[in-house]
């Protein structure tokens, strides 16, 4: 059968000869039967009477000899305007006619407007065509990037401070390495890792460096790719993203963001089975079931947000382990940094521990662009190498905000911004366990910031007394308490602070069960532990306590934060002077690091001990 059709597809090509050779003949044999003559001899031999007969156009005049000239016997000629034809030929003057050629006008005119319109066209559809895929031919195919080793170009030795997450992934990478050896005890890998942790802790890195350390190819898509405009698009991507991988195991199929694609289902006002995420959503757990673990082919997700995913996508079998990457300790902060300081050229002052006991809670990103800022800000100044205080004023850029020098305040708002710090700092260094003081200061920086007291912890802490809280809301309430006590008055400046005690008095009454009215009972939980599949968000908080029980939360609080406040207006009367001193140096100096407050305020630290004590019972009686 495919030889006939090859038969007849050549004998098309000697017929398209055969009539290409006839029409060759014609146009040949009717050039050499046709002479081509000018238009004075054509009327001079119109004259002799040797034209029989003329066929005449708007350009052209064709005709026949009587008798063939020169063995022609058809001719054609230009027309030529007859008047000056004959002018022209009075003076012996050969005249030929020349038609102006506006093919080349005449086949632009046609072909400009269809190829305008047509790229026009094109190009709307492929910009259409962008979001969905690649074009409407591929509008189901997966956006995954593909990284092979080389690409990725990230190990272990590039994670810092994630010790435990990664020893999880390290077996991972050897069951990438040697599937079929590594489940000779009868166990297998599982299908799917889920790493869990706040943002910028290092979640994508991690991922990269399995697939670095295990040379496989890597893809890599955001849970956001898979949905479009067009229902079952995101099936079809998912389908489609497996397929891939399956081609090309061992492999790493990394989503980001997982919970844009899984989130529980149920959720919002159109949900049921149309809804184009809860198509997607089934076709990735199908997907899951559908695959062997055994031919090596890891699924590795990352999410901030585990609370709200589907609990179908968590069960044993599909995303089987979960891995948390939190935010570094003290340690891992040092080793995250270290990472980061060797692309920089720093100065002998800086050292990695000393960074760090200054960011507590910073997460990986957020060191790294500590570094980059403390660069940025050597470079700035035109440093040589980047010294320890680039980076002190790069924290204090990043947590208080960029300084703003020409906001000016009149000298009474001055003088309330400085006694208003001052008081902060000196509770802080007056009440045991509380945080170090490490700089005041009374130049505005960020949005509403008009002043600033920063304190560096000794060490991470995960644990609290209640005495702990306590003295942590009379830091916060210094600044009001030494305002009161100079002014006799209040003022706005103390409104962040206030919101802020207020949260821990309310933690300390209806979460941690620290009240002997209210007993051991949590009133209060994690809000985002309560979502259900039929909770669109968590919404207003709904009370589970009774009309009665909130008002007694309401009167405790306040209870709360009226004793410290009257306990830190107390200890900051009893050191009226060193208040004064403290301020008026602050004044003048407009910030104070560590060591100059030690030295203004040494008497008033070493005498908390027996201060502190006594107010804080005259507070609780």
Same mark, same amino acid.
């Given at each position: 059968?495919?030889?006939?059709?090859?038969?007849?597809?050549?004998?098309?090509?000697?017929?398209?000869?055969?009539?290409?050779?006839?029409?060759?003949?014609?146009?040949?044999?009717?050039?050499?039967?046709?002479?081509?003559?000018?238009?004075?001899?054509?009327?001079?031999?119109?004259?002799?009477?040797?034209?029989?007969?003329?066929?005449?156009?708007?350009?052209?005049?064709?005709?026949?000899?009587?008798?063939?000239?020169?063995?022609?016997?058809?001719?054609?000629?230009?027309?030529?305007?007859?008047?000056?034809?004959?002018?022209?030929?009075?003076?012996?003057?050969?005249?030929?006619?020349?038609?102006?050629?506006?093919?080349?006008?005449?086949?632009?005119?046609?072909?400009?407007?269809?190829?305008?319109?047509?790229?026009?066209?094109?190009?709307?559809?492929?910009?259409?065509?962008?979001?969905?895929?690649?074009?409407?031919?591929?509008?189901?195919?997966?956006?995954?990037?593909?990284?092979?080793?080389?690409?990725?170009?990230?190990?272990?030795?590039?994670?810092?401070?994630?010790?435990?997450?990664?020893?999880?992934?390290?077996?991972?990478?050897?069951?990438?390495?040697?599937?079929?050896?590594?489940?000779?005890?009868?166990?297998?890998?599982?299908?799917?890792?889920?790493?869990?942790?706040?943002?910028?802790?290092?979640?994508?890195?991690?991922?990269?460096?399995?697939?670095?350390?295990?040379?496989?190819?890597?893809?890599?898509?955001?849970?956001?790719?898979?949905?479009?405009?067009?229902?079952?698009?995101?099936?079809?991507?998912?389908?489609?993203?497996?397929?891939?991988?399956?081609?090309?195991?061992?492999?790493?199929?990394?989503?980001?963001?997982?919970?844009?694609?899984?989130?529980? +289902?149920?959720?919002?006002?159109?949900?049921?089975?149309?809804?184009?995420?809860?198509?997607?959503?089934?076709?990735?757990?199908?997907?899951?079931?559908?695959?062997?673990?055994?031919?090596?082919?890891?699924?590795?997700?990352?999410?901030? +947000?585990?609370?709200?995913?589907?609990?179908?996508?968590? +069960?044993?079998?599909?995303?089987?382990?979960?891995?948390?990457?939190?935010?570094?300790?003290?340690?891992?902060?040092?080793?995250?940094?270290?990472?980061?300081?060797?692309?920089?050229?720093?100065?002998?002052?800086?050292?990695?521990?000393?960074?760090?006991?200054?960011?507590?809670?910073?997460?990986?990103?957020?060191?790294?662009?500590?570094?980059?800022?403390?660069?940025?800000?050597?470079?700035?100044?035109?440093?040589?190498?980047?010294?320890?205080?680039?980076?002190?004023?790069?924290?204090?850029?990043?947590?208080?905000?960029?300084?703003?020098?020409?906001?000016?305040?009149?000298?009474?708002?001055?003088?309330?911004?400085?006694?208003?710090?001052?008081?902060?700092?000196?509770?802080?260094?007056?009440?045991?366990?509380?945080?170090?003081?490490?700089?005041?200061?009374?130049?505005?920086?960020?949005?509403?910031?008009?002043?600033?007291?920063?304190?560096?912890?000794?060490?991470?802490?995960?644990?609290?007394?209640?005495?702990?809280?306590?003295?942590?809301?009379?830091?916060?309430?210094?600044?009001?308490?030494?305002?009161?006590?100079?002014?006799?008055?209040?003022?706005?400046?103390?409104?962040?602070?206030?919101?802020?005690?207020?949260?821990?008095?309310?933690?300390?009454?209806?979460?941690?069960?620290?009240?002997?009215?209210?007993?051991?009972?949590?009133?209060?939980?994690?809000?985002?532990?309560?979502?259900?599949?039929?909770?669109?968000?968590?919404?207003?908080?709904?009370?589970?306590?009774?009309?009665?029980?909130?008002?007694?939360?309401?009167?405790?609080?306040?209870?709360?934060?009226?004793?410290?406040?009257?306990?830190?207006?107390?200890?900051?009367?009893?050191?009226?002077?060193?208040?004064?001193?403290?301020?008026?140096?602050?004044?003048?100096?407009?910030?104070?690091?560590?060591?100059?407050?030690?030295?203004?305020?040494?008497?008033?630290?070493?005498?908390?001990?027996?201060?502190?004590?006594?107010?804080?019972?005259?507070?609780?009686?």
């Amino acid at each position: 059968m495919d030889l006939n059709r090859k038969t007849r597809f050549n004998l098309w090509y000697w017929v398209a000869a055969f009539f290409g050779l006839l029409l060759f003949q014609y146009f040949f044999t009717t050039a050499q039967q046709v002479a081509q003559i000018p238009y004075s001899e054509f009327e001079t031999l119109m004259r002799e009477g040797r034209i029989a007969e003329v066929a005449v156009s708007d350009n052209f005049i064709q005709g026949r000899f009587k008798e063939p000239l020169e063995g022609r016997s058809m001719f054609v000629t230009t027309r030529v305007e007859p008047g000056l034809a004959r002018e022209l030929q009075q003076h012996g003057v050969v005249v030929t006619g020349q038609i102006e050629s506006t093919f080349l006008r005449d086949l632009l005119s046609w072909v400009v407007p269809v190829a305008l319109f047509a790229g026009v066209w094109i190009y709307l559809l492929r910009r259409a065509g962008g979001g969905m895929g690649g074009g409407l031919m591929q509008i189901g195919k997966s956006k995954a990037r593909i990284y092979v080793e080389s690409n990725t170009g990230v190990t272990f030795d590039d994670v810092a401070g994630v010790d435990e997450a990664k020893d999880e992934l390290k077996e991972i990478v050897e069951f990438l390495k040697d599937p079929s050896g590594y489940g000779r005890l009868g166990g297998r890998m599982p299908k799917g890792v889920l790493l869990v942790g706040p943002p910028g802790t290092g979640k994508t890195l991690l991922s990269k460096a399995v697939a670095g350390e295990a040379s496989v190819p890597f893809f890599s898509i955001s849970g956001s790719e898979f949905v479009e405009m067009f229902v079952g698009v995101g099936a079809a991507r998912v389908r489609d993203l497996f397929e891939q991988a399956r081609a090309r195991a061992p492999a790493i199929i990394f989503i980001d963001e997982l919970d844009a694609l899984g989130r529980a +289902r149920g959720i919002g006002p159109l949900a049921g089975g149309h809804d184009e995420k809860e198509q997607t959503l089934n076709q990735l757990l199908v997907e899951l079931d559908g695959f062997d673990s055994s031919t090596g082919l890891v699924l590795l997700a990352a999410t901030n +947000r585990p609370e709200i995913l589907d609990p179908a996508l968590l +069960r044993a079998g599909r995303f089987d382990r979960q891995v948390l990457v939190d935010r570094p300790d003290k340690t891992g902060r040092i080793q995250i940094l270290d990472v980061h300081l060797k692309k920089a050229k720093l100065a002998s002052d800086v050292d990695a521990e000393k960074i760090a006991a200054l960011t507590p809670g910073f997460t990986g990103a957020d060191l790294a662009n500590l570094v980059n800022e403390a660069t940025l800000l050597a470079t700035r100044r035109r440093a040589d190498a980047v010294a320890l205080d680039d980076f002190n004023n790069a924290i204090e850029r990043i947590v208080a905000g960029l300084e703003k020098r020409n906001r000016l305040l009149n000298p009474r708002e001055r003088e309330i911004v400085a006694y208003h710090e001052m008081g902060h700092a000196l509770i802080a260094m007056a009440l045991p366990g509380v945080d170090t003081v490490h700089k005041v200061s009374i130049i505005p920086r960020g949005i509403g910031a008009l002043g600033y007291t920063i304190q560096r912890p000794t060490e991470d802490r995960f644990l609290m007394t209640r005495e702990e809280l306590e003295n942590k809301m009379s830091v916060l309430l210094g600044g009001r308490a030494a305002e009161w006590i100079v002014y006799g008055h209040l003022s706005t400046g103390a409104a962040d602070d206030l919101a802020k005690v207020t949260d821990i008095a309310r933690a300390i009454v209806t979460r941690y069960g620290m009240t002997d009215r209210l007993g051991h009972v949590a009133l209060d939980r994690d809000r985002r532990s309560l979502l259900t599949p039929n909770q669109l968000s968590p919404g207003p908080e709904e009370r589970q306590y009774s009309e009665t029980t909130a008002a007694a939360v309401d009167e405790e609080v306040r209870k709360i934060v009226d004793e410290t406040f009257d306990r830190t207006v107390s200890l900051l009367r009893e050191r009226r002077d060193v208040l004064e001193r403290s301020a008026r140096r602050l004044l003048e100096k407009e910030t104070l690091d560590e060591h100059e407050m030690k030295a203004l305020a040494g008497s008033f630290a070493a005498g908390h001990d027996e201060v502190a004590p006594e107010a804080k019972r005259k507070g609780r009686k």
